[in-house]
């Protein structure tokens, strides 16, 4: 019995059912990029229970020996880094923001990307900020699309590395988490590190659309405290 509540039959059901007039090659090249994201999702999972197991006092030589690898390969594949007080919606939103480099066959995660992936995360807080202020997600996603460079010729393999703007947006999600003296970095945090790197495409993206930087950190610090409240009076 799968440990999980899907089957091959679930997958290839899903894909026919979304991609009805695509050809036979059309659909071993989406196949494929949905296997992708699937192996990220797993290798996010592992680091989630990592985590978990390490803050218990379990060794890396443990560890390594459950994930069935050397402690060193263990060690060096599952220590925190840049995503580790990332909120589980935020780090789907990246590995979205991946996929959808995949898919336009870009080398390169930009912030473009990442502003794709907060979109495709309609549980986040960037989410709903970006569509209250727009009107619409479509509008947002229109706006990226006419900011994308080109396709390129094939999509890339395997893992896609950020682009220096890329890197610099995820420091300052992690630094607007910590000016709002929160402990998590959330999909609203990344979309603050987004328009504080003003001179990358999703910073402009977001001008044209009406955003500031300090109006976005208004209506997130607003937001988060109004959520905290109503938690905190039930």
């Known amino acids: 019995m799968s440990p999980l509540d899907i089957s091959l039959a679930d997958l290839i059901a899903r894909l026919d059912e979304e991609l009805p007039e695509a050809g036979a090659l059309a659909r071993v090249s989406e196949a494929r990029l949905r296997a992708q994201t699937l192996s990220d999702l797993g290798d996010q999972l592992i680091d989630h229970y990592v985590s978990k197991a390490k803050q218990t006092g379990a060794s890396w030589t443990e560890i390594g020996d459950a994930i069935g690898v050397s402690k060193q390969a263990a060690q060096q594949r599952h220590?925190?880094?840049?995503?580790?007080?990332?909120?589980?919606?935020?780090?789907?939103?990246?590995?979205?923001?991946?996929?959808?480099?995949?898919?336009?066959?870009?080398?390169?995660?930009?912030?473009?990307?990442?502003?794709?992936?907060?979109?495709?995360?309609?549980?986040g807080l960037a989410y709903e900020v970006l569509v209250a202020k727009t009107g619409s997600e479509q509008r947002v996603r229109d706006a990226v699309q006419e900011a994308l460079p080109p396709a390129g010729k094939k999509a890339p393999r395997g893992h896609i590395a950020f682009r220096e703007e890329s890197k610099e947006a995820i420091g300052q999600a992690r630094r607007a988490s910590a000016d709002l003296g929160h402990d998590w970095v959330g999909t609203e945090h990344t979309l603050l590190g987004l328009v504080r790197v003003a001179q990358s495409p999703a910073a402009r993206i977001l001008r044209d659309l009406g955003f500031t930087s300090e109006e976005l950190h208004e209506t997130v610090k607003t937001e988060i405290t109004r959520r905290l409240a109503a938690r905190d009076g039930r």
Do not use: C, W, Y
């Open 79 to 123: 220590t925190p880094a840049a995503f580790e007080r990332f909120t589980n919606l935020n780090r789907h939103s990246i590995v979205l923001a991946q996929e959808a480099a995949r898919t336009h066959k870009h080398d390169l995660i930009g912030t473009e990307h990442l502003l794709l992936g907060l979109l495709g995360e309609p549980q």
